[in-house]
């Protein structure tokens, strides 16, 4: 890219949306940052640089270098101790005290190898292995299918020019995720407190710096808070540990959403038209703005639709077991876990900063009442058939409880009650059974 392409240099992607990015975006086609451009001078060649910047080679879709410089500057805007030794200490007790009281509240064993209190940035680079996971499927179709939105006469008219494209939008995407991610760090308070597998598997972790924000004002001990977060924790791990199929399972419904992810050109021609129409050009931050407020979010098709709603339930049916699981672990022994299992719901409620986050990197937003209606499911079925019954329900996808069954949670296996002792060769008849459903032939051997 040359510093003063002549005023006569032709335009390869006039008429199309990326004449309206690019320009915006400071100077990337003729006089678009100069005096007279769109971006006004210096500042909007100061914006530019810092967009170029982020548009030097990497591997894959997105600038993951960017990214992370980008996500440990907005997490250190607050001040991020290091966890001290008194920390980690105090982490490891906690985490094995609530996997003593766990035991007796499901049949799952212990799923926690190791512990950590984590700084904000040691939970940036702890949990990023998994976000490249989440995030570059929807990425790469979003840099792929713009690159792929120009008409064929405009590909060659272009020729190099078209890669240009890929890097710019995975850099403004890279951006717009460092600067979620910095902004979740803030915030999150365990390694599984979206409901995902962050972290290594087997590592229980707090953020502790969140974890004493949190429970400022809480009309309960920081022992307390620091307690019922390792029951969670350590319930979460106990499930992903011995349910093998679920992380593949949530992850698997991120991948189909971004495979049903169309991209329009004249659809994000005519959005950024209208962004740009409130933009102030002589104002970085209001170009800033641009970028953060979605400019290349597609609606969502039916595919996709699907492919979330799948997700949202097994997020929700994660959370709902773990709030149960605690419930009951905690029940008689701990008096403050009732307040403590209200704060963590108001915190789901209110949209907090975990639930935006994922909705902004992932195109989910996980609906809190989801959540209760599943503690309610896992609960009464509990309170029917026992720990055992509510906790197979997990031996298969299959198995696993749909949006009609939460929109009535008592009703699931209604007919349940406690199990009788079945044979080996019982409980897989009555496994298939489960499996096939209620118009599958008898025969075990059926196909």
Do not use: C
Not at 61 to 73: E, S
């Amino acid at each position: 890219m040359t510093d003063n392409p002549g005023d006569d240099q032709p335009n390869p992607f006039k008429g199309t949306p990326f004449e309206q990015i690019f320009g915006a975006l400071g100077g990337a086609f003729p006089g678009a940052g100069g005096p007279g451009g769109p971006l006004g001078g210096m500042d909007g060649m100061a914006f530019f640089q810092q967009l170029q910047s982020l548009m030097q080679p990497h591997d894959g879709p997105l600038n993951w270098n960017a990214a992370n410089d980008i996500a440990r500057q907005t997490a250190a805007q607050e001040p991020d101790p290091s966890a001290t030794q008194r920390d980690r200490d105090r982490v490891a007790d906690a985490v094995q005290l609530a996997d003593h009281w766990l035991d007796t509240a499901t049949g799952f064993p212990s799923g926690v190898t190791t512990t950590a209190a984590w700084s904000r940035a040691e939970w940036l680079v702890e949990t990023q292995p998994v976000w490249k996971v989440l995030v570059e499927p929807v990425a790469a179709r979003s840099v792929t299918g713009l690159s792929s939105g120009l008409p064929d006469e405009m590909k060659a008219a272009a020729g190099p020019l078209v890669g240009i494209i890929g890097q710019a939008v995975g850099g403004m995407m890279a951006m717009q995720i460092g600067q979620g991610l910095g902004a979740l760090a803030g915030e999150v308070l365990t390694a599984s407190d979206v409901g995902l597998p962050l972290g290594a598997p087997g590592k229980a972790a707090l953020v502790m710096a969140n974890v004493r924000a949190f429970a400022e004002g809480l009309d309960v001990t920081e022992d307390d808070v620091v307690l019922y977060l390792a029951l969670r924790e350590a319930a979460h791990q106990r499930l992903f540990a011995h349910v093998p199929w679920l992380r593949e399972h949530l992850i698997g419904a991120v991948t189909d959403y971004a495979r049903g992810l169309e991209i329009n050109a004249q659809q994000i021609q005519d959005r950024v038209q209208e962004q740009l129409r409130g933009i102030d050009p002589g104002n970085p931050e209001a170009m800033q703005s641009l970028l953060e407020g979605g400019l290349f979010d597609p609606p969502q098709t039916e595919a996709q639709t699907a492919a979330l709603s799948r997700l949202e339930i097994a997020l929700a049916l994660v959370e709902g077991w773990v709030d149960e699981v605690v419930g009951v672990a905690t029940q008689e022994r701990m008096p403050a876990a009732a307040k403590l299992r209200e704060a963590v719901r108001r915190r789901r409620a209110a949209g907090g900063p975990a639930e935006q986050t994922f909705a902004a990197l992932v195109g989910l937003e996980l609906r809190p009442r989801r959540l209760r209606d599943a503690s309610t499911l896992w609960g009464g079925l509990r309170s029917r058939s026992g720990q055992e019954a509510r906790d197979g329900v997990w031996m298969h996808p299959d198995l696993l409880p749909t949006a009609a069954d939460l929109d009535d949670p008592l009703s699931f296996r209604a007919e349940a009650t406690a199990p009788e002792e079945l044979s080996a060769d019982e409980f897989d008849a009555e496994l298939r059974k489960l499996l096939d459903g209620p118009d599958a032939p008898d025969a075990p051997d059926a196909e």
